[in-house]
Every structure is written in C-alpha cells, then in structure tokens.
C-alpha cells in the first residue's frame, strides 16, 4: 500500500473530523502529501489537534458548499487521489438542522464532483457516504449494495440523496475511458480513540467516567456491527489503491464493515469497555429522551469487498474496544505524545493485518 500512495498528492475533505483525522495521519505515515480540506475541528478537544497534524498535511479551512473555492483548489493541486469524507455526521443534529444537513452532504458532494470535472490528469477518487444511506426496514440480515436507498431521517435521506447524486454524475460525466474515476465507501457504527463528537456512546462515556459520572444509556439494546476507525478506512485506502489500476470498479460502491456475528448491543459495548475502566458506571434512560429515529438494527453484507478487493475486516470486537480504550488512557496520561501514539496503533493494527494473511497488508 505505501508504494501506492507514496509522494502522491491526495485532497481529503473532512480531514478535521474523526474518521479524517485517521486517514490523514494514515496517509502522512504513507509518505503521501496531504492537503486537508475542512471546517475547523467539530469538538474541542479533537483528535486533529491533540495529534499536531498541522504539522504534518497541507491544512485548507474551507466550507465545501464554497464552490469556486474548491474548483480553484483541485485545479491548483492537482491531486492523484481524492478521499470525501466531510460531511455533517449526526442523526440527531440533523433534527436540529437539516438544512444545513442537507446542504452539507447533498450539495457539498455535487461541489465536489463539478470540481473534478474539468480535471484532465489521471484522478481517483472515493466518495465515503454512510451504512445510513440505505432504506432501513430492521431485517436481521446484511444490506447490500443493491439494496433501497433512504431513510426516515434527515441525516439518512441525505445520505441516500448523495448516492443518487453520485450515480447520476458518473453515468452523465465520468466515462470509464476518462481521466477520472470515483467509486463509493460505506461504513458505519466507527469507534476509536480521538472521538469527542456529542451523542455518540464511546465520547459519551470517556466524558462522563474521566468526570466520576455514570453515562447515560439512550437506547441500551441498539445493536451494531462496532468496528475501529482503521477498519473502514483501511477499506477506503484498498478501493483507492484498487481503482487507480481497475476501470471496472468505476462507479461502483462497496461496504465495508465487519462480520455479522460481531453485532453487540450498546449496553454489551459499553460493559466491554468497563474492563478497561474502573469508573465505569452507567445508567438506562431509555424512553425518558425525545423521540428522535434511531434505528435498532442495522449491518452490512461486506461480500462484494472480499470478492473484488479482498478485504475483510482485521480485529475482533474484544481487540477493537480495547484499541479504543487504550488510545484515551495514552491520551490523559500523556497527551504531548499522542500522534506517537495514533501512529503506533495503525502500525499495531497494520501488523494485525500482515499476521492474519489480509491481502493489502502483504
């Protein structure tokens, strides 16, 4: 994978956020440049700062509804990879506002893609949306790639509205003879160190425990597939790597998540993760808070990444919540060496890779 990304010039939106921050620091360990295109961190603290990584990308604020701005940026930098991660990421904020919601992730996507139009030199690009962008009915199996996209709430419609946005620009100007190719990541249910976003389970208890609190459970007997942050981005990095060389991904989504047996309730995720904090207290609300959607049940069927890029997820949930636990242990301890730290996990989990025969770690 490092000789793939290597001296290559890759813009990433939404590198400020969680799962941006992650790539970007991935990305930078590559040995690629990285030019960062976001509004500024979504928390404080956040993983972005705490890790220094303005010391290590090209860091650009920009609001990607700014249309002319990012068409000037991608003429001027001409990236080799683009990975769009940015987008306004929260069920319940998207209640709150959904124009914005809508706004950020429709239209943000469509400036994203009209900037790449006009690009003659030799792109890849992966759009991430989300495991939300499909029609959720609570069936117990995985969704695929071919399943109903929508939803019921805002932050779900938006991200089904992405994908027809995506669909309908790649048929119309993106043939597969030209200089640009896209494809489509989705994941969802991502845990890892460095999130501080609200209303999120993993973030909603490091704050109350770090403070002698009991975290309150909204919806305890949720059940999700739980993977760490690397897992979906180790995938994203795969497809990008995949698609550079393959025409016949172009245009394609894929899933990536992992295996169904790993689906844990939110009351199993955080009892995992009280193993590894003697704090740990918590408490179920359930049917005290207000009645916003929050689907019970959601997966993916992860087939078609194993059958065209040959990946599959590396950790267990056991490994993944103590991966996660141990990145905010490191981090109140010794917050100065935190990018030391966020760097020896990806090796630790790039070495989990090479061990279990995965075939971009080899």
């Known amino acids: 994978m490092k000789a793939k990304f290597a001296s290559r010039t890759v813009l990433l939106t939404g590198h400020t956020g969680f799962k941006g921050s992650w790539l970007a620091a991935w990305l930078w360990t590559l040995g690629a440049r990285v030019i960062g295109v976001a509004l500024d961190p979504p928390s404080h603290p956040s993983h972005f700062e705490v890790a220094g990584l303005t010391e290590t990308i090209e860091d650009h604020r920009l609001d990607i509804r700014d249309d002319d701005f990012l068409k000037r940026l991608l003429s001027q930098t001409q990236p080799d990879f683009v990975f769009h991660l940015a987008a306004q990421p929260l069920v319940r904020q998207s209640y709150l506002d959904p124009v914005e919601t809508y706004q950020t992730n429709v239209l943000g996507t469509l400036n994203l893609l009209e900037a790449l139009r006009p690009m003659k030199k030799r792109c890849t690009a992966v759009l991430i949306t989300s495991d939300k962008c499909y029609d ?4 117990v199996w995985g969704y695929r790639e071919t399943d109903a996209l929508g939803g019921p709430d805002p ?3 938006s991200k ?5 946005v995506i669909r309908s620009h790649v048929k119309s100007f993106f043939p597969k003879d030209g200089p640009v190719r896209v494809a489509v990541g989705r994941a969802g249910n991502v845990i890892g160190g460095g999130d501080w976003a609200a209303d999120r389970i993993v973030p909603d208890c490091v704050r109350s425990w770090a403070t002698g609190k009991s975290v309150q459970l909204r919806n305890p007997h949720s059940t999700r597939p739980w993977q760490h942050v690397l897992e979906p981005l180790s995938g994203y990095l795969t497809l990008a790597s995949a698609l550079s060389e393959r025409p016949e991904l172009h245009g394609e989504p894929f899933n990536f998540g992992p295996p169904a047996q790993q689906a844990h309730s939110v009351l199993e995720l955080v009892q995992q993760m009280s193993k590894h904090c003697d704090q740990a207290r918590w408490e179920d609300v359930s049917g005290k808070d207000d009645a916003s959607y929050e689907s019970g049940l959601l997966k993916l069927n992860c087939d078609k990444a194993l059958h065209h890029l040959k990946w599959h997820a590396v950790l267990n949930f056991e490994e993944t919540v103590k991966m996660t636990t141990e ?3 490191y981090y109140h301890n010794d917050p100065q ?6 760097v020896a996990q990806i090796q630790e989990y790039t070495h989990f890779a090479a061990d279990r025969g995965i075939a971009w770690a080899q």
Do not use: C, D, H, K
């Not at 060496?337 to 966020?342: G, L, N």
């Open 155 to 157: 932050y779900s419609a």
């Open 337 to 342: 060496s935190i990018r030391e730290r966020t």
């Open 136 to 139: 959720n009915v609570e069936w």
């Open 160 to 164: 089904g509205a992405a994908e027809l």
């Open 327 to 329: 990145w905010y242990q």
